[in-house]
């Protein structure tokens, strides 16, 4: 795809979700490398703002398997960290956009020589909305644990969705910022599950020590689901798509909603207005007649 004289990666990103063979474990898994490599393209974003966005971007992703008919959910982390807040939407067909508030942070590697992506997120909460329509919201919210993403949402579904879960998520940035594999799964525990399911789980998820790895080795969304429950079969699959619902007449709208004295002053004061989309850094602009023609 093609958009500004940027040329873009598309398809083959899809994320799956899963049912164990007895029914007492639900499984998602995905791999989200093309969209995530569109983020960074559009926000020009350095690796830990990558990795912090990538890994937010697969769990909602992830999520929004679980979304009905046009609900949509939005996924804020707001750490203290120099990444500032972390926003992604998703919906139920796959479609995916976000945006980190300062995509160029640089941080040393952590111990374990990896992107500091805890030290960029640091503490905070982590936030998630279900918009079910007709003003039906869902909110739900956890206190940041590591600020490494996958931590956090095991955290989040225990405290705030009571559901024992094993979160995955990676992203292996390249020398060059390009996104080489990005994705990871979600494990969870349903009602009338059995201690050999836990220690089953446990032991499969434990093999899996780094999605990134895995991915990178060539592996699919499917295999990295059968690594974590090998008995799951597959229910959905869906293609997992950056897009964002930005446009030139909701802009147009939301100036127009500033009032006439505003819309006024920026004519007089500037001779035009420039707005620039926090999801997709699209810029619109418009002229001075395209603004008069605003005013009511």
Request: hydrophobic share 40%; glycine share 10%; aromatic share 4%.
């Amino acid at each position: 795809m093609k958009n500004g004289g940027v040329e873009y990666l598309t398809a083959s990103d899809v994320a799956l979700r899963g049912l164990s063979e007895n029914g007492n474990i639900r499984v998602l898994a995905c791999v989200t490398t093309h969209v995530v490599n569109e983020m960074q393209q559009r926000h020009r974003s350095w690796p830990v703002a990558t990795a912090a966005l990538g890994r937010t971007t697969s769990i909602a992703a992830m999520m929004g398997l679980l979304l009905k008919g046009s609900e949509r959910l939005t996924i804020q982390v707001k750490g203290d960290g120099p990444l500032g807040s972390i926003v992604v939407d998703a919906d139920s067909t796959g479609h995916v956009r976000g945006y980190v508030d300062n995509p160029h942070v640089h941080l040393p590697s952590n111990a374990l020589g990896k992107l500091d992506v805890g030290g960029g997120v640091g503490q905070g909460l982590l936030y998630v909305m279900r918009d079910m329509g007709l003003r039906d919201v869902y909110r739900g919210s956890a206190e940041i644990q590591s600020g490494e993403i996958a931590d956090d949402f095991t955290y989040y579904f225990a405290v705030s969705e009571q559901t024992p879960s094993a979160v995955g998520a990676g992203v292996l940035v390249d020398t060059d910022n390009s996104v080489i594999v990005s994705g990871g799964f979600i494990v969870q525990l349903l009602p009338g599950h059995t201690d050999e399911d836990i220690a089953a789980l446990e032991q499969h998820v434990a093999k899996v020590s780094s999605v990134t790895d895995v991915l990178h080795a060539g592996a699919s969304a499917e295999d990295l689901l059968k690594m974590v429950v090998p008995s799951a079969k597959v229910l959905d699959t869906v293609p997992i798509e950056f897009r964002c619902t930005c446009s030139r007449e909701r802009i147009a709208a939301t100036l127009q909603g500033l009032g006439d004295a505003e819309i006024q002053s920026l004519i007089e004061e500037q001779g035009e207005a420039e707005v620039i989309c926090h999801f997709c850094n699209e810029k619109y602009l418009f002229s001075r007649e395209e603004l008069a023609d605003l005013l009511v």
